[in-house]
């Protein structure tokens, strides 16, 4: 059973900075999969943050570009999303996603809202 689990969500000011992990179950191997972080705000769709492909590759949503992270430890088999600079238009909730299997996986998702 594939299982995602994110933390590092919270609270913080425009301007700061935060770090989500996201730990995969031992049914996958990160360095192996296409990992993912998506954020969905209040009343919008689920949207695409960050990506990190089995190859290494990554690629990032023009609003996360240049200020935003991912990366993966393959030793902890997880996956980062470093968030710096962070803007009120950041908060939403993140959600790490797996695509293994034919399936993508999803976790629970943590919140993050950037507010003064």
């Known amino acids: 059973q594939v299982q995602l689990v994110e933390s590092g969500g919270g609270l913080v000011q425009p301007g700061g900075s935060l770090r989500l992990s996201c730990e995969a179950s031992r049914s996958i191997i990160v360095s192996r999969t296409n990992m993912a972080w998506y954020r969905q705000a209040p009343g919008k769709q689920r949207d695409l943050v960050a990506a990190v492909l089995s190859g290494g590759s990554t690629n990032y949503a023009d609003s996360a570009k240049g200020r935003f992270t991912i990366s993966r430890d393959n030793a902890q088999n997880t996956v980062y999303l470093q968030m710096n600079n962070l803007r009120i238009d950041d908060t939403a909730v993140y959600y790490c996603?797996?695509?293994?299997?034919?399936?993508?996986?999803w976790g629970q998702g943590t919140q993050v809202t950037v507010s003064s």
């Open positions: 996603s797996a695509a293994a299997f034919r399936n993508t996986y």
